[in-house]
């Protein structure tokens, strides 16, 4: 999967060699600067550390679909407690982050979110904590003004108790 991606082919001719070959490049591109939206799992992020297993894009930390208490969602990040991603927003001029987040369906386990931003003095205090969410509650709404950010880090943390069942969706 090449998301925001232009494909082209040239043809490369050898001096050494009488042929020619068709070769087919991919480009990769950032974000459409005149975009009204830009869901998180289509731009890379800065860095990404979590507890157990790989970052979803667009599905769980397990590979299914992302699902908070009955609720199926297209796009987002699946993720697992203790995680902490951060993602550079200076060049993307958006005002705005809104998320749903939640325990996924697929285990039972307990955490919490939060977000922080960087207005380029270091990282804020939390400006949105969930508190603590398990399977089955329904998902919290993210809304956060992020019009000055620099970057925004968004943390999952176990509610409280260990790491195990704690599939977090943003």
Same mark, same amino acid.
């Given at each position: 999967?090449?998301p +925001?991606? *232009?494909q ?6 050898s001096?050494?060699?009488? *042929?020619?070959?068709k070769? $087919?490049v991919?480009?990769k591109?950032?974000p459409?600067?005149?975009?009204k939206?830009? *869901?998180?799992?289509? =731009?890379d ?11 979803? $894009?667009?599905? +769980?930390?397990?590979? #299914?679909g992302?699902s %908070?208490?009955? /609720? #199926?969602?297209? /796009?987002g990040? !699946? ?7 951060? *993602?550079?927003?200076?060049s993307?001029?958006?005002k705005r982050f ?9 285990t039972?386990?307990t $955490?919490?979110?939060? @977000?922080?931003i960087? #207005?380029? #003095?270091?990282f804020?205090?939390? %400006?949105?904590d969930? !508190?603590v969410?398990k &399977?089955?509650d329904?998902? &919290?709404f @993210?809304?956060?003004? =992020? +019009? /000055?950010a620099? &970057? %925004?880090?968004? =943390?999952?943390?176990n509610?409280g108790?260990? $790491?195990?069942g704690?599939h977090a969706?943003?």
């Amino acid at each position: 999967d090449f998301p +925001s991606t *232009y494909q082209t082919a040239l043809k490369v001719k050898s001096s050494a060699e009488p *042929y020619e070959r068709k070769v $087919i490049v991919f480009f990769k591109t950032g974000p459409d600067p005149n975009a009204k939206e830009l *869901y998180l799992s289509d =731009i890379d992020y800065e860095n990404h550390k979590q507890g157990w297993g790989d970052l979803g $894009i667009d599905k +769980s930390v397990d590979g #299914n679909g992302l699902s %908070i208490a009955g /609720k #199926n969602f297209d /796009k987002g990040l !699946g993720t697992h407690s203790n995680a902490e991603t951060v *993602y550079l927003l200076k060049s993307l001029k958006f005002k705005r982050f809104q998320a749903f987040v939640g325990q996924d369906d697929e285990t039972s386990g307990t $955490i919490e979110f939060e @977000v922080f931003i960087d #207005n380029g #003095n270091g990282f804020s205090e939390p %400006i949105f904590d969930s !508190g603590v969410m398990k &399977k089955g509650d329904p998902a &919290k709404f @993210v809304d956060v003004d =992020i +019009s /000055k950010a620099e &970057k %925004i880090k968004l =943390i999952v943390k176990n509610g409280g108790d260990s $790491i195990n069942g704690d599939h977090a969706d943003w």
